[in-house]
Nanobody, 128 residues
């Protein structure tokens, strides 16, 4: 069972990046998924989440209107499209999955400890 995140890199302020996360060893459509990030010296924080069906998604206020989450259950993939990037978006980004059987409440989807599987993280650096 594994999540593999990729797509990070160095980008100038105002630029875009698309993060990908590939799931292996389990069916991603059985899970709600989320993206988190962790900057140096800070706690891991919620970025965005999407339900198993893809019908509902949720976001942190800091990324509203700039980031988009999506998933392709047929390919066992999830994505985070990041536009209008800012220096404060600099962090290691993690993908994560939590069982759909658990109600995807605000507390559940924003709390890292409720997620069953985690990717290894991919570094995003926004700097000129």
């Amino acid at each position: 069972v594994q999540l593999q995140a990729s797509g990070g890199g160095l980008v100038q302020p105002g630029g875009s990046l698309r993060l990908s996360c590939a799931a292996s060893g389990f069916n991603l459509d059985h899970y709600n998924i989320g993206w988190f990030r962790q900057a140096p010296g800070k706690e891991r924080e919620f970025v965005m989440a999407i339900t198993g069906s893809g019908a509902n998604w949720y976001y942190a206020g800091s990324v509203k209107g700039r980031f988009t989450i999506s998933r392709d259950n047929a390919k066992n993939m999830m994505y985070l499209q990041m536009n209008s990037l800012k220096p404060e978006d600099t962090a290691v980004y993690y993908c994560a999955a939590t069982e759909r059987a658990i109600a995807f409440s605000l507390l559940i989807r924003t709390t890292p400890s409720t997620y069953n599987y985690w990717g290894q993280g991919t570094q995003v650096t926004v700097s000129s």
